[in-house]
């Protein structure tokens, strides 16, 4: 039998298929919903980039093996724009007219909740590389999981018990402050939820405030968080807001230590917050610098091919596409149905951004999270969190 494990790295997976249940099928399609334009292009580029990556290394150790034939993997790949109701429309149009076996993205929430509808309604299986928050797979008029909606990070939860923790046991902060964007559900709820698990944690919030999209001038409010005194502030931003209002923070005269969610991951993070981000501390779905055999070989091959290291967002949406060719392989049929029946019973499965334990019922993986410290200019790896 072909093996495409003796022909490509061991983070690519060993696919091993028989069975088609497309009939007559010239390749395997999985269909890429990404923001590839709109605020938050950089993510849909890094999943692009990555998801590109697995399947050139698939195609060059032969294809997908599916019964005596060896088939390509394909990617349809579509562009949301980061708009909520164009993700929907793409996500009907992969499956219904594309005829995908799986879809991966879109990674924002604000765009995956919508389009994890229409992937449900449809029966086919999507995973969500980057959206953390827990109605992306959950029904929300009964709050049961959703059968066919999965994710390869982990969830707003678990990273605000991280990062409360953090903050309350490694850092020794006794009072926080909190600051995020008012009309982006993903920060609101990361906020929330810092909030809420710090005071569970016996700390005190002395502060929680909110600021308007675009908004580029933040005197008040840093007058505010100044006047408050607190040890740390609790900034889950997209990455764009980052560099201005950490310069803004120093310049006001505030001292007090940033912490930010995995929101923060973004080109050009470092360079543009400069020192003014020196000692902030950030939660990341992964570290490049883990000594994970196939994290090293992931960001080896990605380095070589981009010219850059891979980002939280790359790793996610490779590890979303090794989930699925490991489901497909034990299902031994390319079929959506028999996909979702066994993605649902892997136990385990050794990804470049760790160890997933998926548990009966549940689309949301048990897996550690990175925290990092931004210093001189570089993340520097400091712990890790399990669940």
Known sequence: MFSIARKIPAI?????????????????????????????????????????????????????????????????????????????SIAQELVAKDNVTALVGPNSTACAIPAADIAESLKCVMISPWSTDVRTTMDQASGVPKRYVFRSCFTDPFQARVLAGFARGRLGAARAAVFYEADADVTRSQAELFRETFAADGGEIVAFRSYQPGQADY??????????????????????????????????????????????????????????????????????????????????????????????????????????????????VNDREALRETLAKIPEYQGVTGTFRFQPGSGDPLKSAAVLQIKDGAFRWVTDAQP
């Open 219 to 332: 005197a008040a409010d840093l007058a505010a968080l100044r006047d408050a005194s607190p040890d740390i502030i609790y900034f889950p931003a997209y990455y764009g807001d980052v560099p201005d209002f950490a310069r803004q923070a120093r310049a006001a005269g505030l001292t007090a230590t940033l912490l930010g969610s995995d929101a923060w991951v973004g080109p050009d993070l470092l360079r543009l917050g400069g020192a003014d981000l020196d000692g902030s501390y950030i939660c990341r779905h992964f570290s490049p610098d883990s000594d994970n055999p196939r994290t090293k070989e992931f960001v080896a091959a990605f380095s070589a091919k981009y010219g850059q290291p891979p980002d939280d967002v790359a790793a996610l949406a490779y590890d979303a596409l090794g989930l699925l060719a490991s489901a497909l392989e034990q299902a031994g």
């Open 12 to 88: 690519a997976v060993a696919i091993a298929l028989s069975g088609c249940g497309w009939g007559g099928s010239k390749s395997v399609k999985i269909g890429l919903n990404l923001e590839l334009t709109g605020d938050i292009q950089a993510v849909g580029s890094s999943a692009k980039n990555a998801a590109e990556l697995f399947r050139d290394q698939v195609n060059a150790a032969g294809g997908i093996k599916i019964g005596d034939a060896a088939l390509p993997l394909e990617l349809v790949t579509r562009d949301n724009a980061a708009n909520p109701m164009q993700s929907a």
